[in-house]
């Protein structure tokens, strides 16, 4: 429970001293609910641990591998457009599996952290866009069926500033505060969202085309910002070792970020000028990829082995490795 009183007299800078606190885990002790300064000390040795106990976790992670089953063979039943992630990350034959509605025998996520780590994810970007009045538009559908493209776009500042919120994993954290770039994969995202406001927007704002969310606003979008907004939300069992390995490591980023007084120490921002470098190996592999996917899947055929869009990283996640010819072992 919460101690309002105690609440208001720290300002945010000061929850930075929560970190100092963990570090010294000599001290770690229990407060009481409703904080009246009383102090319970935990002795371990007198903690039994039950075995059998009611909520039971691998029911819970059959409950979580069921649902998500469920969950995505309902979005692969319905598929017929290409998503931004599709054309900035994803392999090409694997998105020609998908509009071609092919079964598998199971659409669970081959990891079950990642049904956690998105719901996380979800909760970041709620936390930003539900706490800031600055965006001009939110959640803004760009719904493109003339080239089999349906995309969402986080916010737009004017005609001219698109801003993407991304929650990462400390240790991608501490490289984009390091080199001070976003990610490879966020970037395309966002070029995919310019290349649609700048490029298909008549179709995007067709009020005869349904959409979730928001149509874009305006009647013409140049897109010459973008902001990515990135919250660093968790740590990955290959990032760390175990509990002490995370805190040092939490405490290693907060110095990179000299954030001694950014209340934020764990949500940081890049701007990219889209001016100041050449856009079109960019573009041109966006548009490149729409076009080879959609003449692939109009003619019923899967993208050859030596296809320039396959991407054999992605076979260890991926729903259709138990379909797909091209001989790629998972690790
Ligand atoms: S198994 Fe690999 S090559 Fe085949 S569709 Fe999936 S990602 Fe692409």
């Known amino acids: 429970m919460f101690n309002k009183q105690s609440m208001e007299a720290n300002n945010l800078s000061e929850f930075n001293g929560v970190l100092d606190a963990i570090q010294d885990s000599n001290n770690i002790s229990a407060t009481l609910a409703g904080d009246t300064g009383q102090k319970i000390e935990v002795e371990e040795n007198k903690i039994e641990v039950v075995r059998g106990v009611p909520f039971d976790l691998n029911v819970f992670a059959q409950e979580v591998y069921d649902k998500s089953h469920y969950k995505n063979k309902g979005h692969a039943d319905n598929a017929v457009n290409m998503n931004a992630y599709d054309i900035a990350v994803n392999c090409s034959r694997q998105i020609v599996y998908k509009l ?26 709620d936390f930003v866009q539900l706490q800031s009045d600055q965006f001009t538009e939110a959640e803004v559908s760009l719904k493109i069926p003339s080239i089999r493209l ?30 001070q770039k ?31 969310s928001n149509k874009p606003a305006l009647d013409e979008y140049k897109i010459d910002t973008i902001q990515f907004i990135y919250l660093a939300h968790d ?27 950014n209340p934020f120490f764990f949500m940081t921002s890049l701007v990219v000028d889209t001016n100041a470098f050449d856009q079109a190996p960019f573009m041109n ?4 990829k729409i076009e080879s996917i959609n003449s692939h899947f109009e003619a019923r055929k899967l ?20 379909v797909c010819d091209i001989p790629v072992k998972r690790r």
Not at 120 to 125: E, N, R, Y
Not at 303 to 322: G, N, Q, T
């Open 235 to 261: 740590i990955t069992a290959s990032d760390v070792e175990d509990v002490s390995e995370a805190l040092m490591l939490i405490a290693k980023i907060k110095k990179q970020l000299k954030s001694k007084n």
């Open 285 to 288: 592999f966006i548009k490149g």
């Open 303 to 322: 993208p050859a082995a030596d296809d320039e869009y396959i991407v054999k990283s992605k076979c260890f996640f991926c729903r259709y490795y138990s």
């Open 182 to 212: 976003p990610r490879r994969d966020d970037f395309m995202q966002s070029m995919v969202y310019k290349h649609v406001l700048e490029n298909h927007l008549a179709e995007a704002k067709d009020p005869t085309i349904k959409v979730r």
């Open 100 to 125: 071609l509605k092919t079964p598998v025998p199971s659409f669970a996520d081959k990891w079950l952290p990642i049904v956690f780590r998105a719901q996380l994810g979800k909760a970041c970007h």
């Open 150 to 179: 349906s995309v969402r776009l986080d916010n737009l500042i004017g005609y001219n500033v698109l801003v993407e919120i991304k929650s990462c994993t400390y240790s991608d954290y501490q490289r984009i505060i390091r080199n």
